[in-house]
């Protein structure tokens, strides 16, 4: 599976929108870009997934540029329960287990 | 939707003995489970893969004799630590994988060896 890379932390005003890049330069075609959270002391928490179109479901956007090569996760609305370390992980659907890099560490600040 | 559970979710234990955890998918059948385990302020790192029915697959250097997974069942994988060490207290997490090839955690337990 790519590597990606990511800021290693970020911070966000409540009520603001958080938007979170990820590179993933040597992505392969069929590889889908997915992403993940973790609050302190939980396991991860899929968020959203793509391969080549922009996504949106309930709890952000995934927007995927053109060349595949990089990424940005949108939270519209970040709220202090959305202070968390964000994984963006390149895979494989084909049945590769999820490898996680060192994620993005978002603080939401009031 | 799809939800992974494990048992216990935090455990103490006197150094030398062995914990069992246990990793249920709750509404699905996983062919699939796999074993994280995570160190403070760092990620996760994958320790095997146990497919339902055969020996797990450890990653490198990951002791399989110390670290027994048993995947019996399409709903149940076991992680029994033996002989733990004060370093081995960590958050150990579960996932499973479903038909659809998506990948759903459990809530992690959180061993202390004292």
């Known amino acids: 599976d790519a590597k990606t890379t990511q800021p290693t932390s970020m911070d966000c005003a409540e009520g603001r929108a958080a938007n979170l890049p990820c590179n993933h330069s040597?992505?392969?075609?069929?590889?889908?870009v997915y992403w993940y959270r973790q609050i302190h002391s939980q396991g991860p928490q899929y968020i959203i997934h793509?391969?080549?179109n922009n996504e949106t479901n309930e709890m952000a956007s995934l927007i995927i540029t053109e060349d595949r090569k990089s990424s940005t996760l949108i939270l519209p609305h970040a709220t202090l329960r959305d202070t968390a370390v964000y994984y963006c992980?390149?895979?494989?659907?084909?049945?590769?287990?999820?490898?996680f890099g060192g994620g993005t560490r978002l603080m939401v600040k009031p | 939707g799809a939800v992974v559970s494990q048992h216990p979710s935090w455990v103490i234990c006197k150094s030398g003995t062995s914990v069992k955890i246990e990793c249920r998918s709750l509404?699905?059948?996983?062919?699939?489970m796999f074993w994280y385990r995570q160190f403070p302020k760092q990620s996760l790192m994958l320790m095997a893969t146990?497919?339902?029915?055969?020996?797990?697959?450890?990653e490198q250097g990951v002791e399989k004799d110390k670290f027994l997974i048993n995947h019996a069942s399409l709903t149940l994988s076991t992680l029994t630590v033996t002989s733990a060490h004060p370093e081995d207290s960590s958050f150990y997490i579960c996932?499973?994988?479903?038909?659809?090839?998506?990948?759903?955690f459990g809530p992690g337990t959180r061993l202390t060896v004292t």
């Open positions: 996932s499973a994988r479903d038909q659809g090839r998506e990948q759903y």
């Open positions: 040597t992505i392969s075609g069929n590889e889908y």
């Open positions: 793509g391969l080549k």
């Open positions: 992980i390149a895979l494989n659907n084909a049945g590769n287990m999820l490898t």
């Open positions: 509404d699905f059948q996983a062919t699939t």
């Open positions: 146990s497919n339902e029915g055969s020996k797990a697959t450890y």
